[in-house]
């Protein structure tokens, strides 16, 4: 599989989240190029503020290779993380980022604030924005003007 490959299944993912009327974001983690685990959000429904798809496949992914450092694992994610998830992503270690969509509202990967790219932090990920962006873009547009519609999606 290549990056493309592994975005279309951080979308999934995010499609299974929007469905259950969570913001679609989703996640995988890729090691020796494979998929080790898969989430998407799940915070609405677990009335849960940190249930972020990036923390739970970052939970997922140290639980499979039994270790709290994935220093050489990836992570595909369809939305810039938060400031939350990318303190996370920087303490697993996690070798490269890679970022469907820009979050101009809450982005910590350089959008808004940069943690994952804080050089005073002792762990700085590659980073790459615009994988399947549009795709990414276009699914959290879709899901906020329902939500303005009045639907909860």
């Not at 970052?58 to 939305?79: P, S």
């Not at 490269?96 to 005073?120: E, F, H, M, Q």
Request: proline share 3%; with cysteine; charged share 25%.
């Amino acid at each position: 599989m290549n990056e493309i490959e592994f975005m279309r299944m951080a979308l999934v993912e995010a499609r299974e989240a929007f469905s259950r009327g969570e913001v679609p974001v989703g996640a995988v983690i890729v090691k020796e190029g494979e998929i080790i685990t898969a989430a998407r959000n799940e915070n609405r429904e677990t009335s849960n503020p940190v249930r972020h798809a990036e923390i739970i496949a970052i939970e997922k992914a140290c639980a499979a290779v039994g270790n709290e450092r994935l220093t050489d694992c990836d992570l595909y994610v369809t939305k810039e993380p938060c400031a939350m998830c990318a303190g996370a992503i920087v303490h697993a270690r996690i070798r490269r980022l890679v970022i469907g969509t820009r979050d101009r509202r809450y982005g910590a990967c350089g959008t808004v604030l940069s943690v994952c790219g804080n050089r005073s932090l002792n762990h700085l990920p590659q980073i790459e924005f615009g994988v399947l962006e549009q795709e990414a873009a276009g699914l959290m547009k879709d899901f906020f003007s329902l939500r303005r519609n009045g639907n909860n999606a």
